[in-house]
């Protein structure tokens, strides 16, 4: 190309995410400048080739796109995001358009769309998920921010994203924050799923005593079936990673997890806004307990295990505990981007939002056609609504499974609590009334009666 010619778009940080997303807009013809501080990133490119420009000077990169100049973000989320706004506002018009795609927490991105908008700059916070393949082939892309932007952009968004029976999952969420929102939940369902399949691993290698080539064998069985999803599917693929001696991979892998903090926003979040995820939460919990290797190598040989005869499981019945296991993660986050969007006043459409990850992303899978469906997706939580009526024929070997891990003295956190989180929905008559009973006791606190309106206390003694 040509230096008099305009580029379509520019995208600044060149990591891997940021060069496969670039490399993505290429290829479906969008002249694309590229920008980086770092030799290595702008390395990956070739000078000279059609379609694209790299820039090590952030002015030149500027003046190089059309107008409305808009510009994508793929740097590391945080102050780096701020001072990179710093840099280009001077640089930047009245109409002029910033995208970021990174990982930055909701209420960040709300605060620059608001600075922003102050300079006349539409601001955008776009969710991407897909990792590495996703960007360069087609990720889910949630976008959020200023919806005079999202018209500018939309083709450009849309053309690069994931496809499902031709349609792209791509979607405008809502204003300010709110695709970054639900990409942080997306990443919380995320965690459950990944631990759900996990434990339901662990269960089959080391009480059953299954070995990874029966359990590969499973998991490419459950993925013809109703627990189709990409990660069903790459977990059957891990397991049947070998080693140059025959051995299996996954053996030799250390258990003990890392975590970008997605998932501490998540659980955060629902404290705050109050929606029970204990799905979630428990994965989580998992990740940062895997840390105390140390411990747990000293606990299993001296903490003592009562041995008891668990009952037995049959694929199938396990089968049917990790799919109602897995509907409940995708109904607790659900629930609280619900609650999120009543909060904060957004229009989220939530059946759009299953379509956008219905391809593309790392949760998609065959639950999310059923979610799409569901009516009166912003009035109830999934578990209650019609379109999932039929999880009570799952109930049982869920916990039968979670009764089993018990009874084997296997911790199996996530089932647990999805398990927790069913007979919550089911319970007429929670304990709370004797807390409230005890907190007016000793502190006065007052209660609520059920026969009768206001607020009570009563003289204990």
């Known amino acids: 190309m040509t230096n008099e010619q305009k580029c379509n778009i520019g995208v600044i940080g060149l990591g891997v995410m940021g060069a496969s997303l670039a490399k993505n807009m290429i290829n479906h013809g969008f002249c694309t400048a590229l920008y980086s501080v770092s030799d290595q990133e702008r390395k990956r490119f070739e000078s000279g080739k059609n379609n694209y420009r790299i820039f090590g000077s952030i002015k030149e990169f500027i003046s190089s796109l059309e107008r409305p100049r808009k510009v994508f973000l793929m740097i590391t989320a945080g102050k780096p995001v701020d001072m990179v706004i710093a840099s280009l506002l001077p640089l930047l018009d009245r109409g002029d358009i910033i995208m970021d795609g990174g990982n930055s927490f909701y209420k960040d991105t709300a605060v620059r769309c608001s600075e922003c908008a102050k300079h006349g700059i539409l601001y955008m916070g776009i969710g991407i998920s897909g990792g590495e393949k996703g960007a360069l082939y087609g990720p889910s892309i949630m976008a959020g921010g200023s919806p005079q932007a999202w018209e500018c952009v939309r083709a450009i968004l849309e053309a690069i994203a994931a496809r499902h029976q031709g349609k792209a999952c791509c979607g405008y969420i809502a204003e300010g924050g709110a695709g970054h929102y639900v990409k942080m939940v997306h990443n919380g369902i995320e965690y459950a799923v990944l631990e759900l399949i996990a434990e339901t691993y662990q269960y089959m290698r080391f009480v059953k005593k299954m070995g990874a080539g029966e359990i590969r064998s499973v998991f490419e069985q459950w993925n013809e079936g109703p627990l189709n999803s990409y990660l069903i599917e790459i977990s059957a693929k891990v397991l049947g990673k070998k080693e140059e001696d025959g051995g299996c991979l996954i053996d030799k892998i250390l258990d003990v997890a890392e975590q970008k903090g997605t998932g501490k926003w998540t659980v955060a979040e629902s404290v705050e806004r109050g929606v029970y995820i204990p799905s979630i939460y428990e994965a989580q919990m998992a990740r940062i307990f895997s840390t105390k290797k140390e411990e747990r190598t000293y606990g299993a040989a001296h903490l003592k295990y009562s ?155």
């Open 307 to 461: 041995s008891n005869e668990a009952p037995g499981l049959r694929t199938e019945e396990m089968e049917k505990a990790l799919l109602l296991s897995m509907i409940l993660a995708y109904s607790q986050g659900f629930e609280l981007i619900s609650k999120a969007a009543e909060e904060e006043n957004w229009n989220i459409d939530l059946a759009g939002l299953a379509a956008v990850w219905k391809d593309g992303c790392i949760i998609r899978s065959a639950l999310l056609g059923r979610i799409e469906q569901a009516e009166e997706l912003s009035g109830k939580p999934l578990i209650l609504s019609a379109a999932f009526s039929d999880i009570g024929t799952l109930e049982g070997s869920l916990r039968k499974m979670a009764a089993a891990a018990v009874l084997s003295g296997m911790p199996l956190p996530c089932i647990q609590a999805s398990l927790q989180y069913y007979d919550y929905y089911r319970s007429d008559q929670m304990p709370v009334n004797f807390i409230q009973a005890l907190r007016d006791y000793f502190g006065a606190h007052t209660y609520m009666r059920c026969d009768r309106e206001g607020h009570f206390h009563t003289e204990w003694e």
